[in-house]
């Protein structure tokens, strides 16, 4: 599983949504506290978290894929060869 840190994983979820990202679950020790939520695209699973102490880097993430290119056409950015053979984007995203 990948972690991603994020401030709001409502927003998150919506705006993996568009990459075809679905929601599974989310999860809260109360109400009111961080939400924990697990999102996947067919066998890429992603874990959104809002809790700041958890070691992740904010607003980042790492997504291995087979239609990578598809999705950089999709939204309108440039993909790279990686120096060890994988094709990789960047994208900012909106929900920070």
């Known amino acids: 599983m990948i972690p991603i840190r994020v401030r709001k994983a409502a927003d998150a979820v ?3 949504a568009r990459m075809g990202f679905r929601q599974e679950w989310e999860h809260r020790y109360e109400p009111g506290f961080p939400a924990f939520v697990s999102i996947a ?7 959104l978290f809002e809790h700041e102490a ?3 880097r904010p607003h980042s993430s790492i997504c291995e894929s087979t239609d990578v290119r598809s999705i950089a056409k999709e939204f309108s950015v ?3 060869e990686s120096p ?5 984007i960047a994208m900012e995203i909106g929900c920070a």
Do not use: H
């Open 14 to 16: 919506a705006w993996y």
């Open 78 to 80: 440039e993909a790279q």
């Open 84 to 88: 060890w053979g994988t094709c990789e």
């Open 54 to 56: 958890m070691l992740a």
């Open 41 to 47: 695209r067919g066998n890429i699973p992603l874990f």
